[in-house]
């Protein structure tokens, strides 16, 4: 497919999974630039309603009646199946099938300044502060992000200059087919061991991706982290560091507030540059304001609108977002899924005003599960109690493996208190026995953990 297919406005493009965060977005560029959209999904949402307002055609359930002759190419995830009916219907018929991220690069092409955050941990956040510092220096630009941030009213924002802004997934490769003017690796860290071999498997897929920068362009990473260094110190192109302990961009002087939001001063060498307070808790947040701040100062951003923009930003939803509060005890949520973004949740809530925490996690597919199982028993030790919901499948099937009370006992062998329950309304019960005033109620996971949450809120006491 030539890029010259994409400017195309009488084409009309199908998705199969519509109601993903990512496919939605990129079916909002489309729709804003008039293109013909259908997709499908398996279930109604908020998000397929909002792309049917906004005149999309949407198909609840996948069927390869979906696929009709008038459809010009069908965009699919790297979670599709090759079994998918929609999938087989369209190479019945000769459609053209691409990949989301195939799809995304192609978009990317028609930008001059593309800006791609990858690693294991923290690409929502740090897009969305790179997001509201763009926004606040005016530059117009098109914005896709992995969760819903308010500023753009959700999770996409087509704009209308050479200035794009997206995250980077290394799931199945998936950040090799796009093309960045400025490559950010946050950090390389074990994870998608259902795809990838190992960790050396991870940090070439990585340096892979650092090789799609042109020479002219720049590629930012984490200076504390030994195989983004390794990258680094291979580039062609321009590289920017950052870090606390290394890095040409480092945080000094920091301070946390009542509620673990950090004040720090950002150094180049000898020099601050600018003096920042966040509004986002924790630690790992000072680390991914600084890869925003770089990623800034290689646009040429000035000082001034990076303050102002990480200073407006809140946080996005699902990223330790404050749901509520109910009889003086406080529920958070947080999308954490990895044992090391486990940590860093726990170690910023901390921090929070608090008496116990209960922390309320739901493991996302098996897979992750069994290979990272020793990690995530020794990602619990700062909460007061933990409390497992069954496995989120997602796209995997229960082989018997692994499972949630088989974590459970390891954590318990820790010392830490932990129990777990077969459903939802089991784990709301027992937070409303056992919570108090003043503590709070971590929901934790990818899946949909976050009702239980919603739940606690909405009981009547």
Request: with cysteine; net charge negative; hydrophobic share 40%.
């Amino acid at each position: 497919m030539s890029f010259d297919f994409i400017k195309d406005r009488n084409k009309k493009i199908h998705f199969i999974g519509i109601g993903g965060i990512s496919m939605s977005g990129l079916a909002e560029i489309l729709l804003e630039q008039n293109f013909k959209v259908s997709g499908s999904d398996m279930k109604a949402s908020a998000i397929t309603d909002t792309l049917k307002q906004n005149g999309a055609q949407i198909n609840i359930g996948q069927s390869g009646d979906n696929i009709t002759e008038d459809i010009d190419l069908v965009v699919y995830t790297a979670a599709i199946s090759e079994d998918n009916p929609e999938l087989l219907r369209a190479k019945e018929l000769n459609v053209p099938t691409i990949t989301r991220a195939e799809f995304l690069g192609y978009i990317m092409k028609g930008h001059k300044y593309n800006v791609a955050i990858s690693g294991t941990h923290g690409k929502t956040t740090t897009t969305s502060m790179v997001s509201h510092i763009c926004l606040n220096a005016e530059l117009d630009p098109t914005i896709l992000v992995g969760g819903q941030l308010d500023i753009i009213n959700g999770n996409v924002r087509p704009g209308n200059s050479d200035y794009f802004i997206t995250e980077a997934c290394e799931y199945k490769g998936s950040f090799l087919k796009f093309f960045p003017y400025i490559g950010v690796i946050l950090n390389i860290d074990a994870d998608h061991l259902d795809y990838y071999k190992d960790i050396n498997d991870i940090e070439n897929a990585f340096a892979n991706f650092s090789k799609l920068i042109p020479t002219n362009g720049y590629l930012i990473g984490y200076a504390d982290d030994m195989r983004v260094n390794n990258i680094v110190s291979h580039a062609k192109c321009n590289t920017l560091t950052y870090g606390i302990d290394a890095g040409e961009i480092r945080a000094k002087n920091i301070v946390f507030n009542e509620n673990g939001c950090a004040y720090f001063d950002a150094y180049k060498e000898s020099e601050r540059i600018l003096s920042v307070q966040l509004n986002v808790p924790g630690k790992h947040n000072v680390l991914n304001a600084l890869a925003s701040i770089c990623t800034a100062l290689s646009l040429d951003i000035p000082k001034n609108n990076i303050v102002k923009g990480l200073e407006s930003f809140n946080g996005t939803h699902r990223r330790f977002e404050i749901k509520g509060t109910k009889n003086n005890v406080t529920v958070i949520d947080d999308y954490a899924h990895h044992p090391t973004e486990i940590k860093a949740t726990l170690s910023a809530a901390k921090n929070y005003p608090h008496k116990k925490m209960f922390c309320v996690f739901q493991p996302h597919t098996y897979s992750r599960t069994l290979n990272l199982f020793d990690e995530f028993v020794e990602a619990f030790d700062d909460a007061d109690e933990v409390i497992l919901a069954d496995i989120y499948a997602a796209r995997e099937k229960d082989t018997g493996v692994v499972s949630s009370s088989m974590l459970a006992d390891k954590i318990k062998q820790r010392e830490v208190k932990c129990c777990n329950f077969d459903n939802f309304d089991e784990i709301v019960s027992h937070l409303r026995k056992n919570v108090e005033a003043g503590d709070i109620v971590l929901t934790v996971g990818a899946g949909d953990v976050y009702k239980i949450g919603e739940m606690y809120l909405d009981q009547d006491n």
